[in-house]
Protein backbone atom coordinates (compact mmCIF):
# COMPACT_ATOMS: atom_id res chain seq x y z
CA UNK A 1 0.00 0.00 0.00
CA UNK A 2 1.46 3.84 -0.72
CA UNK A 3 1.70 5.69 -2.80
CA UNK A 4 3.67 5.42 -6.39
CA UNK A 5 4.84 7.17 -9.82
CA UNK A 6 5.20 5.03 -13.13
CA UNK A 7 7.01 5.56 -16.28
CA UNK A 8 6.88 3.88 -19.40
CA UNK A 9 9.78 3.96 -21.62
CA UNK A 10 9.91 2.69 -25.56
CA UNK A 11 12.48 1.72 -27.65
CA UNK A 12 12.31 1.08 -31.68
CA UNK A 13 14.34 -0.66 -33.87
CA UNK A 14 16.27 1.99 -34.57
CA UNK A 15 17.67 2.70 -30.79
CA UNK A 16 15.09 5.41 -29.81
CA UNK A 17 14.27 5.85 -26.70
CA UNK A 18 10.50 7.75 -25.38
CA UNK A 19 9.43 7.70 -21.65
CA UNK A 20 6.35 8.52 -20.92
CA UNK A 21 4.93 11.57 -18.58
CA UNK A 22 4.93 9.89 -14.73
CA UNK A 23 1.18 8.93 -14.02
CA UNK A 24 0.99 8.36 -9.80
CA UNK A 25 -1.03 6.14 -8.43
CA UNK A 26 -2.54 5.02 -5.05
CA UNK A 27 -2.93 1.43 -3.76
CA UNK A 28 -4.98 1.34 -0.66
CA UNK A 29 -4.67 -0.91 2.53
CA UNK A 30 -7.32 -3.13 2.39
CA UNK A 31 -10.33 -2.93 4.94
CA UNK A 32 -10.34 -4.70 7.65
CA UNK A 33 -13.23 -2.84 9.70
CA UNK A 34 -16.09 -4.71 11.00
CA UNK A 35 -19.13 -4.36 8.59
CA UNK A 36 -21.89 -2.35 9.86
CA UNK A 37 -24.20 -3.15 12.53
CA UNK A 38 -21.63 -4.74 13.72
CA UNK A 39 -19.47 -3.62 16.98
CA UNK A 40 -16.71 -5.35 19.17
CA UNK A 41 -15.54 -4.82 22.94
CA UNK A 42 -14.33 -7.31 25.31
CA UNK A 43 -16.65 -8.37 28.40
CA UNK A 44 -15.48 -8.91 32.14
CA UNK A 45 -11.91 -8.78 32.97
CA UNK A 46 -9.32 -9.41 30.01
CA UNK A 47 -5.72 -9.53 29.30
CA UNK A 48 -4.44 -8.27 27.11
CA UNK A 49 -7.03 -6.47 24.87
CA UNK A 50 -8.94 -7.99 22.22
CA UNK A 51 -9.76 -7.33 19.14
CA UNK A 52 -11.74 -7.99 15.61
CA UNK A 53 -11.22 -7.69 11.84
CA UNK A 54 -13.33 -8.92 8.98
CA UNK A 55 -12.03 -9.25 5.40
CA UNK A 56 -13.49 -11.32 2.24
CA UNK A 57 -16.26 -13.07 4.60
CA UNK A 58 -13.95 -13.90 7.31
CA UNK A 59 -14.54 -12.73 10.58
CA UNK A 60 -11.06 -12.79 12.85
CA UNK A 61 -11.22 -12.50 16.41
CA UNK A 62 -9.00 -12.50 19.37
CA UNK A 63 -9.57 -12.64 22.99
CA UNK A 64 -8.06 -13.00 26.45
CA UNK A 65 -10.07 -13.88 29.64
CA UNK A 66 -10.42 -16.47 32.30
CA UNK A 67 -13.39 -18.23 30.69
CA UNK A 68 -17.35 -17.98 29.98
CA UNK A 69 -18.60 -20.27 32.81
CA UNK A 70 -19.85 -20.19 36.64
CA UNK A 71 -21.35 -16.66 37.16
CA UNK A 72 -19.22 -14.10 35.21
CA UNK A 73 -17.78 -14.05 31.66
CA UNK A 74 -14.60 -12.52 30.22
CA UNK A 75 -13.86 -12.77 26.58
CA UNK A 76 -13.97 -10.81 23.04
CA UNK A 77 -17.52 -10.49 21.49
CA UNK A 78 -18.56 -9.22 18.22
CA UNK A 79 -22.08 -7.99 18.78
CA UNK A 80 -25.12 -6.46 16.99
CA UNK A 81 -28.54 -5.71 18.40
CA UNK A 82 -31.54 -8.22 18.39
CA UNK A 83 -34.61 -6.25 18.70
CA UNK A 84 -36.97 -9.74 18.78
CA UNK A 85 -36.98 -13.09 17.69
CA UNK A 86 -34.05 -14.61 15.14
CA UNK A 87 -31.31 -16.87 14.82
CA UNK A 88 -27.51 -16.50 14.05
CA UNK A 89 -25.46 -19.04 11.95
CA UNK A 90 -21.77 -19.83 11.65
CA UNK A 91 -18.99 -21.44 10.81
CA UNK A 92 -15.97 -21.80 13.62
CA UNK A 93 -13.35 -22.19 10.83
CA UNK A 94 -9.88 -22.09 13.59
CA UNK A 95 -9.61 -21.58 17.42
CA UNK A 96 -6.25 -21.21 18.84
CA UNK A 97 -5.48 -24.07 21.59
CA UNK A 98 -4.40 -22.07 24.09
CA UNK A 99 -6.58 -24.21 26.40
CA UNK A 100 -8.66 -27.41 25.64
CA UNK A 101 -11.40 -25.37 26.81
CA UNK A 102 -10.77 -22.01 25.09
CA UNK A 103 -14.15 -21.44 23.42
CA UNK A 104 -15.34 -19.75 20.12
CA UNK A 105 -19.14 -19.85 18.50
CA UNK A 106 -22.48 -17.36 18.87
CA UNK A 107 -23.92 -16.30 21.55
CA UNK A 108 -27.01 -14.39 21.98
CA UNK A 109 -26.74 -12.02 25.90
CA UNK A 110 -28.87 -9.93 27.53
CA UNK A 111 -26.90 -7.14 28.38
CA UNK A 112 -22.83 -6.74 27.83
CA UNK A 113 -22.38 -6.97 31.84
CA UNK A 114 -19.95 -9.83 32.65
CA UNK A 115 -22.64 -11.52 34.85
CA UNK A 116 -25.49 -11.28 32.17
CA UNK A 117 -27.72 -13.83 31.01
CA UNK A 118 -26.78 -15.24 27.90
CA UNK A 119 -26.82 -18.54 25.55
CA UNK A 120 -24.32 -19.69 23.54
CA UNK A 121 -23.31 -22.71 20.85
CA UNK A 122 -19.23 -23.13 21.82
CA UNK A 123 -16.72 -24.97 19.71
CA UNK A 124 -13.31 -25.92 21.77
CA UNK A 125 -10.12 -27.13 20.72
CA UNK A 126 -10.09 -30.50 22.76
CA UNK A 127 -13.46 -30.83 24.49
CA UNK A 128 -16.10 -31.03 21.94
CA UNK A 129 -18.89 -28.79 20.98
CA UNK A 130 -21.73 -27.63 23.06
CA UNK A 131 -25.03 -25.66 24.30
CA UNK A 132 -24.00 -23.01 27.71
CA UNK A 133 -25.88 -20.81 29.32
CA UNK A 134 -27.07 -18.65 32.66
CA UNK A 135 -30.65 -18.47 33.66
CA UNK A 136 -30.23 -14.99 35.87
CA UNK A 137 -27.56 -12.33 36.22
CA UNK A 138 -24.81 -13.33 38.08
CA UNK A 139 -26.18 -16.99 38.39
CA UNK A 140 -24.24 -20.20 37.60
CA UNK A 141 -23.83 -21.54 33.95
CA UNK A 142 -25.05 -24.50 32.68
CA UNK A 143 -23.99 -26.48 29.82
CA UNK A 144 -24.30 -29.58 27.27
CA UNK A 145 -21.32 -30.45 25.82
CA UNK A 146 -20.99 -33.41 22.89
CA UNK A 147 -17.11 -34.63 23.17
CA UNK A 148 -15.53 -35.68 19.99
CA UNK A 149 -15.85 -32.60 17.38
CA UNK A 150 -13.77 -30.14 16.35
CA UNK A 151 -13.03 -27.15 13.61
CA UNK A 152 -14.71 -26.79 11.31
CA UNK A 153 -17.81 -26.78 12.67
CA UNK A 154 -21.19 -25.46 12.14
CA UNK A 155 -23.25 -23.48 14.69
CA UNK A 156 -26.60 -22.09 15.69
CA UNK A 157 -28.71 -20.14 17.72
CA UNK A 158 -32.55 -19.38 17.51
CA UNK A 159 -34.15 -17.32 19.56
CA UNK A 160 -38.46 -17.82 19.87
CA UNK A 161 -39.04 -15.06 22.65
CA UNK A 162 -37.38 -16.59 25.69
CA UNK A 163 -36.72 -19.58 24.28
CA UNK A 164 -33.76 -20.82 22.90
CA UNK A 165 -32.15 -23.39 20.47
CA UNK A 166 -28.81 -24.61 20.13
CA UNK A 167 -27.96 -26.37 16.83
CA UNK A 168 -24.73 -28.38 15.35
CA UNK A 169 -23.47 -29.49 12.44
CA UNK A 170 -20.65 -30.69 9.88
CA UNK A 171 -22.01 -29.13 6.87
CA UNK A 172 -24.71 -26.25 7.62
CA UNK A 173 -27.50 -28.48 6.10
CA UNK A 174 -27.91 -31.05 7.66
CA UNK A 175 -28.82 -29.67 11.60
CA UNK A 176 -28.90 -31.58 14.99
CA UNK A 177 -30.71 -29.86 18.07
CA UNK A 178 -27.84 -29.66 20.91
CA UNK A 179 -30.20 -28.57 23.72
CA UNK A 180 -33.38 -26.06 24.17
CA UNK A 181 -33.60 -23.93 27.15
CA UNK A 182 -36.22 -20.89 27.98
CA UNK A 183 -34.62 -18.05 29.84
CA UNK A 184 -36.49 -15.98 32.63
CA UNK A 185 -37.06 -12.59 31.68
CA UNK A 186 -35.54 -13.07 28.08
CA UNK A 187 -37.19 -11.04 26.47
CA UNK A 188 -37.20 -7.63 24.56
CA UNK A 189 -34.10 -6.41 22.97
CA UNK A 190 -30.90 -8.87 23.40
CA UNK A 191 -27.19 -8.41 21.92
CA UNK A 192 -26.39 -11.49 19.48
CA UNK A 193 -23.28 -12.42 17.53
CA UNK A 194 -19.54 -13.87 17.65
CA UNK A 195 -17.42 -14.47 20.69
CA UNK A 196 -13.86 -15.85 21.70
CA UNK A 197 -12.33 -16.76 25.44
CA UNK A 198 -9.11 -17.95 25.55
CA UNK A 199 -9.50 -20.14 28.89
CA UNK A 200 -6.44 -18.83 29.94
CA UNK A 201 -6.16 -14.73 30.67
CA UNK A 202 -2.79 -13.24 29.90
CA UNK A 203 -2.96 -14.75 26.62
CA UNK A 204 -4.60 -14.38 23.30
CA UNK A 205 -7.05 -16.84 21.22
CA UNK A 206 -7.40 -16.19 17.76
CA UNK A 207 -10.83 -17.86 16.33
CA UNK A 208 -11.94 -17.40 12.59
CA UNK A 209 -15.48 -17.36 11.62
CA UNK A 210 -17.18 -17.91 7.93
CA UNK A 211 -20.42 -17.83 7.03
CA UNK A 212 -21.97 -15.61 9.21
CA UNK A 213 -25.51 -14.50 9.05
CA UNK A 214 -28.30 -13.33 11.18
CA UNK A 215 -32.04 -13.22 10.36
Not at 157 to 181: H, K, M, N, P
Request: aromatic share 10%; hydrophobic share 40%.
Amino acid sequence: AGSYSLTAKATDNRGAVTTSTAVSITVATPSTALPAPWQSQDVGAVSPAGAAAFSNGVFTLKGAGADIWDNIDAFQYVWQPLPGDGEIVARVVSIDNTNSWAKAGVMIRSSLSANAPYTMMLVTPGQGVGFQWRYYANGNSGSSVSSGLRVPYWVKLVRQGDTIFGYRSTDGITWALQRTEILPNFMGAVYVGLFVTSHNNGTLCTATFDNVTIR
